[in-house]
């Protein structure tokens, strides 16, 4: 705080910000910031996001959960330079709005990092660096996800048991949809269409589908689970009570 109040002073005294700079070694940006607000801004970097084992109270915990469903299904995290992280979550470009929720609940939960959005082919990837994502992503690890274990921790299972809803919407947005399935029926001579709305989750990973499905049992979903030949598994959300929750609180990609 002395060295801020000391740069203000030369630049009031009559100082330009690049002589300011100069005389201090503080960049002209650092002290043009401090020009609208010498406090240092509150939840800083420097704050760890948990506290006392726990998800810190001024964070929404729902916007938590709903991150950590999308962080399991298309999140990942890479260790730059300082022990800073990049959070990236990658969004298909078919769902502009996904991509903006996306972004929503990163600033809403780590609000004090920088977030950008880095375009490829069919997606966008919303990225936030910080020091603490690890904090609040523990499962992070090298290689795949369903190459290691995924298991969340204590304060996590409790942020999921509060919000069970906004951590199955993450993970449906991610790697989940909601598809009208068509079928036909012939009775005698008559072809009979029929179509009806049902969801499907697909992870290779056995660990976050049991945190799918458990969850959905704790909100009395029915589902049913189907494995590929490829070890990925296939969770379908198909009947009529079950499809109607789901559209009340978690609907279509947007």
Same mark, same amino acid.
């Given at each position: 705080?002395?060295?801020?109040?000391?740069?203000?002073?030369?630049?009031?005294?009559?100082?330009? $910000?690049?002589?300011?700079?100069?005389?201090?070694?503080? %960049?002209?940006?650092?002290?043009?910031?401090?020009?609208?607000?010498?406090?240092?801004?509150?939840?800083?970097?420097? /704050?760890?996001? +948990?506290?006392?084992?726990? $998800?810190?109270?001024?964070?929404?915990?729902?916007?938590?959960?709903?991150?950590?469903?999308?962080?399991?299904?298309?999140?990942?995290?890479?260790?730059? !330079?300082?022990?800073?992280?990049?959070?990236?979550?990658?969004?298909?470009?078919?769902?502009?709005? $996904?991509?903006?929720?996306?972004?929503?609940?990163?600033?809403?939960?780590?609000?004090?990092?920088?977030? +950008?959005?880095?375009?490829?082919?069919?997606? #966008?990837?919303?990225?936030?660096?910080?020091?603490?994502?690890?904090?609040?992503?523990?499962?992070?690890?090298?290689?795949?996800?369903?190459?290691?274990?995924?298991?969340?921790?204590?304060?996590?299972?409790?942020?999921?048991?509060?919000?069970?809803?906004?951590?199955? =919407?993450?993970?449906?947005?991610?790697?989940?949809? =909601?598809?009208?399935? !068509?079928?036909?029926?012939?009775?005698?001579?008559?072809?009979?269409?029929? /179509?009806?709305?049902?969801?499907?989750? #697909?992870?290779? %990973?056995?660990?976050?589908? !049991?945190?799918?499905?458990?969850?959905?049992?704790?909100?009395?979903?029915?589902?049913?689970?189907?494995?590929?030949? #490829?070890?990925? $598994? &296939?969770?379908?959300?198909?009947?009529?009570? %079950?499809?109607?929750?789901? &559209? !009340?609180?978690?609907?279509?990609?947007?």
């Amino acid at each position: 705080m002395a060295a801020r109040r000391h740069a203000l002073d030369l630049h009031r005294s009559g100082l330009t $910000l690049s002589q300011t700079a100069r005389a201090t070694g503080i %960049s002209r940006s650092a002290i043009r910031a401090w020009t609208r607000r010498i406090e240092p801004a509150p939840g800083t970097t420097a /704050e760890c996001p +948990l506290r006392h084992g726990a $998800l810190a109270p001024d964070r929404p915990a729902a916007d938590y959960g709903y991150l950590l469903g999308l962080y399991l299904g298309d999140g990942c995290l890479s260790e730059g !330079r300082r022990g800073v992280y990049a959070l990236r979550i990658a969004c298909g470009d078919a769902w502009p709005g $996904l991509i903006d929720e996306c972004e929503r609940a990163v600033r809403a939960v780590l609000p004090t990092s920088a977030v +950008l959005r880095v375009p490829a082919p069919g997606c #966008t990837s919303v990225v936030s660096t910080g020091k603490h994502w690890p904090c609040l992503f523990p499962q992070h690890g090298p290689g795949p996800k369903h190459l290691r274990p995924i298991r969340l921790a204590g304060w996590q299972q409790s942020v999921v048991s509060a919000h069970p809803w906004a951590f199955v =919407r993450g993970l449906i947005h991610s790697d989940g949809c =909601r598809t009208v399935n !068509r079928t036909t029926r012939r009775t005698g001579d008559t072809v009979h269409r029929y /179509e009806y709305p049902r969801y499907f989750f #697909t992870s290779a %990973s056995h660990d976050i589908v !049991r945190l799918l499905t458990g969850t959905f049992d704790a909100l009395g979903v029915e589902w049913r689970l189907r494995e590929r030949r #490829t070890g990925h $598994l &296939d969770i379908s959300v198909a009947r009529r009570a %079950s499809v109607e929750l789901m &559209d !009340r609180h978690v609907g279509p990609k947007w």
